[in-house]
């Protein structure tokens, strides 16, 4: 959510001899010249009854000028002089977040009480907030609050919806909003909120277009030349916020460590910040080139990748957090492409490919998606083949029945869905002394999906829910699970990798988008198309049959499994040969 600045306030005759009128119209003209004359005056002035007009213009403009050290300790003194100004409370509140201090953020915003567009504003904030701090319940209240006062805010429609999808609050976009349909809100959730509740990628679509046209403005300029450049290596760029400790990461790596050298050059432009992670180190170390991006606007980033004259480009976050589309509108290479990060359609004109493969993108479902897609011989995912090493775990250590059948996931709840979990239910009870094993992902969530677990009439003692570990610890304990269920209209796709290269069967249901249907292509590669379902009836019955009939387990599981994976996905030195054959093909030369 973009946290609006704070107008600044009308500081009348406290700045002798300027006048109101000619130190506003500096401000807002030069605000660096405005700072250093707010300065002086407070230097000589700090305490005077009308100081906190200065005080706040103050901290309003060095939070514009990227100083929020700075801004928060005038926006405090301000609130300290003039207690009852909630636009200080707002803009200190807004200056310790950015210092990533949360606690004090939220601290400043509780101390006033303001007017109803105030109130509003005051909502939205603690909000958004509450919900970056995983207080997904409160979160929920504020959000709503807002909406209340005024339900024509689609930011706050986006983080609503989707904190209601953690909580698995159902369904979520069902707001009880007067003013605002459940379809409406539906429109407004945001893209990573729509992949887990549409299964249509024509709506995906409409969902990240209104999404882009609020937030990633065209700059009408378009840097590269549309012919291309002569290069002998085809100048590769990576562009990612998702460097380091990440899903990301994981999946890649391998990748850019084979790219042929002789072919390609590979350039990483990374918005990540140091995270001290292995998995970073590995990363920047398989670039030829690390060009950190972090600070820079999305201008000043896209002009530095078309002077290093990039020949295409990679987008790897899509519409996810951390995602710099607005760099991608410059056009700052004559090929751009997205891939991996957001499995859903990005409708940015200037993104000509979504990398992809003929099982998650059909042909009778092209023509929903844009960009084109560019579709991979065999499977669109990139995987690390390289052995991890992973710790000693067995069932009982990690709270599991030893003689049960363990049905499991490891998605996150915002993935769960009502006629999903109530499948899922479905499917235990119909296996005697089955148990449903689960992430303990968010509090809310948790309690809300024991509640209808109870209300099936199950046993509370048969859904276990396991805590969140480091990734190694995570990789192996999904080898004591007997059968990974996915979940649908978005799939698992980094964690239904890692469950089959631990020897773990999933059984998936196949929808109509690349978002639900990325398993299906998992299973595919290594051969385990009779565990994609086709309906929800038909998981169900597929669940129980894999889970009670001997002679209907899936083809592959365990050690054969985890070697037909080694075989196929894991092995990415074919990845690679089939990633660059389609980049070849669609590169642009001078």
């Known amino acids: ?98 210092q990533g201090d949360r606690t004090q953020a939220l601290a400043f915003l509780r101390q006033v009480l303001p007017p109803a567009e105030g109130r509003r504003q005051l909502h939205r904030q603690l909000g958004r907030m509450l919900e970056a701090e995983g207080r997904l319940a409160e979160a929920a209240e504020e959000l709503r609050a807002s909406l209340l006062l005024d339900p024509r805010q689609p930011e706050v429609v986006q983080h609503l919806v989707h904190a209601r999808q953690k909580m698995a609050a159902w369904p979520p976009a069902r707001l009880a909003v007067p003013g605002l349909t459940e379809a409406e809100a539906e429109l407004q959730c945001g893209p990573l909120a729509t992949l887990a509740l549409h299964d249509d990628p024509l709506r995906q679509g409409e969902v990240a277009a209104a999404w882009i046209a609020r937030h990633v403005p065209d700059p009408g300029i378009r840097l590269a030349p549309a012919g291309g450049y002569r290069h002998d290596r085809l100048r590769l760029g990576y562009l990612s916020s998702d460097f380091c400790r990440h899903a990301m990461s994981f999946l890649i790596a391998e990748l850019l460590e084979r790219h042929d050298r002789s072919r390609f050059e590979v350039v990483g432009y990374c918005a990540s910040p140091e995270d001290g992670s292995p998995e970073r180190a590995r990363v920047l170390a398989a670039l030829d080139r690390h060009v950190p991006i972090g600070p820079l606007s999305d201008e000043a980033a896209a002009r530095r990748i078309r002077a290093d004259e990039i020949d295409l480009l990679i987008d790897l976050n899509g519409l996810t957090r951390g995602a710099r589309p607005g760099i991608l509108r410059w056009k700052p290479a004559p090929v751009q492409a997205t891939y991996l990060g957001y499995i859903g359609p990005v409708p940015l ?242």
């Open 349 to 590: 004109p200037e993104l000509d490919w979504l990398i992809c493969d003929r099982v998650t993108v059909p042909e009778a479902e092209a023509a929903h998606y844009r960009p084109a897609p560019l579709r991979l011989e065999g499977c669109y995912q990139a995987n690390d083949g390289q052995r991890p090493l992973l710790p000693a775990v067995d069932r009982p250590g990690e709270g599991l029945p030893e003689a049960a059948f363990v049905f499991a996931c490891a998605s996150h709840f915002y993935k769960i869905t009502e006629p999903l979990f109530a499948a899922w239910c479905r499917i235990v009870a119909a296996v005697p002394g089955s148990v449903l094993w689960l992430v303990a992902d968010t509090p809310e969530g948790q309690a809300a999906l024991a509640g209808r677990w109870q209300a099936a009439g199950l046993d509370p003692h048969r859904l276990i829910f396991a805590p969140r570990v480091d990734p190694a610890r995570y990789r192996a304990r999904l080898a004591l699970a007997d059968l990974f269920l996915d979940t649908m209209p978005y799939n698992a796709g980094t964690i239904a990798s890692d469950a089959l290269r631990m020897g773990l069967p999933l059984l998936t249901l196949a929808g109509r988008t690349f978002s639900g249907r990325m398993a299906a292509s998992l299973l595919t590669a290594v051969g385990l198309e009779d565990c994609i379902a086709p309906d929800l009836e038909a998981y169900v019955a597929r669940a129980v049959a894999i889970a009670t009939d001997p002679a209907a387990a899936p083809a592959l599981t365990g050690p054969a499994l985890a070697e037909r994976w080694s075989l196929t996905l894991g092995d990415c030195r074919d990845f690679t040969r089939r990633f660059e054959a389609a980049l070849l093909s669609v590169a642009r030369r001078a």
């Open 1 to 98: 959510m973009t946290v609006q600045p704070a107008p600044i306030l009308p500081i009348g005759s406290v700045s002798p001899p300027l006048t109101a009128e000619q130190l506003v119209g500096l401000a807002e003209a030069a605000p660096a010249a405005a700072i250093e004359i707010y300065r002086r005056w407070l230097a000589l002035h700090p305490e005077r009854p009308d100081a906190w007009i200065a005080w706040f213009n103050l901290a309003v403009l060095l939070e514009a000028a990227g100083e929020p050290q700075g801004a928060l300790g005038a926006a405090a003194t301000a609130l300290r002089q003039k207690p009852d100004l909630w636009q200080a409370a707002l803009a200190a509140g807004q200056a310790a977040e950015a």
